[in-house]
């Protein structure tokens, strides 16, 4: 399978079309690059491009659009709605297929380096790309904007970038390079002209003032439609789906005596995202499934959907170093989610159940969702341990090269610690559900029940023997100490929940 990836770099420009068309044209010139989307919004004064292609494809597109922003946008002149540090203000990569989350954590890294070599322009990386906590939420990157960041660069060490020069570019001036998964940008748009209605809704919704936990929203007033907007991504539209929090912002409008106008979506969105909505909004029953709409069910067709493991198993026993235990431990997590699915399935809708009808809804939910995380954590985890290896295959044979190796292991062990501790917290959580399956579903699947929970169990342990090995090659600090900490915690938490399963159990079989 090829190595598909997208890229969404946002444009500190949305007035001036010949700007944005330079810039799009000189990322679309690069061979291997797909445009699939672009927008422009005058009231933010920003423009959203979308591309897709191969890693190396998609990198040099962006490179390229950044290098035309710089030459044509001056953020010293720039106004707009929208928060903004940069001329190419953030450049977010995204895997689709083929390529897992960490293989874009070190395309963005490898972005980020050559901005700034090429542009002297100083970049920070974010989200899952983040080289400290304090750099993962892009709000927090982007804090003081423009006119701040070029006075605090000079003077607070942590505004250090992460590569470039400590000054900002003088009207470019700095941009932010990440990996992360699919965002979706949407906005809901108030039948008001008062922006502080906008705003107040926004901090109902947003996680940093309590509202949802995968949500990033600001109010603005949108001058030329004679309405304001709570402008929102969701970064996480499986955890905060776009359906639940326009419910809230349609109670919150009420609250406030304001209608809803309508909503939009800014770019692209997955079919997922919309087929939640709705699930949601029809009240869908648990016989359903989305394999049921025949569009995915020809895409099943055409790519082969439902062959056989052995091309996999294949790939476990040959003589190669992936994937080997990290990705079957993912696989088994996988399973065993699966398997808590189904007895979730055959237990709603019958009446003698329908006491546990809330608990197994909001089951079978999660159950699905870490089906899916996990089975992306199969390739992450082979990812993981090929860069390990290729950050030690790096050349040694000076000081400078010794020190490169040596940052690059040590960043690439990090990573392959972090991706089986992931498997791990997923597969601590399956066996959760399937305890709860063996507890309220149907007694007649509790061996399916029981089944889910030792796969999980499996899985939690295979994991915890990639991290433990990875461990050892790292110095003590903060990042080993705190591993060390979560691998003890989750191992006697699921000690806790084997025995519980077994209480459950013993009643059943």
Request: net charge neutral.
């Amino acid at each position: 399978m090829p190595k598909l990836v997208e890229c969404v770099p946002n444009f500190s420009e949305g007035r001036r079309p010949e700007v944005i068309k330079a810039i799009v044209d000189a990322m679309k010139a690069v061979k291997g690059v797909t445009l699939l989307d672009q927008e422009a919004d005058a009231n933010h004064n920003r423009c959203v491009i979308t591309l897709v292609g191969e890693p190396a494809a998609v990198r040099e597109g962006a490179l390229r659009g950044a290098a035309v922003a710089a030459e044509r946008i001056d953020l010293n002149l720039h106004r707009g709605e929208h928060p903004r540090m940069g001329a190419t203000d953030v450049i977010p990569f995204v895997p689709i297929s083929g390529i897992s989350m960490a293989e874009c954590v070190e395309l963005a890294r490898q972005t980020g380096e050559e901005l700034a070599r090429r542009l002297e322009i100083p970049v920070y990386l974010y989200e899952k790309a983040a080289t400290r906590p304090s750099r993962e939420n892009l709000a927090d990157v982007r804090q003081g904007e423009f006119e701040g960041i070029r006075e605090t660069i000079l003077t607070d060490p942590s505004r250090k970038p992460d590569f470039g020069p400590c000054r900002v570019h003088p009207t470019a001036g700095a941009t932010a390079v990440g990996a992360r998964m699919f965002l979706v940008a949407y906005n809901v748009h108030l039948l008001t002209t008062n922006v502080e209605i906008a705003r107040r809704i926004a901090d109902a919704v947003r996680f940093k003032t309590g509202g949802f936990r995968y949500v990033k929203a600001l109010g603005f007033e949108i001058k030329d439609r004679g309405c304001v907007q709570v402008s929102m991504n969701l970064v996480n539209y499986r955890k905060s789906p776009v359906h639940r929090v326009f419910h809230v912002i349609e109670s919150e409008a009420r609250r406030h005596g304001v209608t809803i106008l309508d909503s939009e979506v800014v770019g692209l969105i997955p079919n997922e995202a919309l087929v939640m909505a709705a699930e949601d909004s029809l009240r869908l029953g648990t016989t359903w499934s989305p394999r049921q709409i025949i569009e995915n069910k020809l895409a099943e067709a055409a790519a082969g959907a439902g062959q056989s493991l052995d091309p996999f198993l294949d790939s476990v026993a040959a003589k190669t170093e992936t994937p080997g235990g990290g990705s079957v431990a993912a696989l088994c997590g996988a399973l065993g989610a699966a398997l808590g699915s189904m007895v979730c399935r055959f237990t709603l809708g019958k009446k003698k159940f329908a006491d546990s009808k809330e608990i197994l809804e909001r089951t079978l939910v999660r159950c699905e969702s870490l089906r899916s995380e996990l089975s992306a954590l199969i390739a992450d985890d082979a990812a993981a341990f090929d860069g390990l290896m290729a950050a030690v295959r790096l050349p040694k044979d000076s000081d400078d090269q010794q020190t490169v190796r040596s940052e690059k292991i040590r960043l690439a062990t990090e990573r392959a610690v972090s991706v089986p501790l992931t498997v791990m917290e997923r597969s601590l959580e399956v066996l959760e559900l399937a305890v709860t399956a063996a507890q309220r579903g149907n007694p007649n699947l509790a061996s399916d029940a029981g089944s889910a929970a030792q796969v999980a169990r499996a899985a939690l342990s295979c994991a915890s023997y990639n991290v433990r090995i990875n461990l050892k090659g790292l110095a003590d600090g903060p990042f080993r100490q705190g591993s060390q900490r979560r691998l003890a915690s989750l191992i006697e938490r699921s000690s806790s929940l084997m025995a519980d399963l077994d209480g459950a159990l013993s009643e059943k079989l």
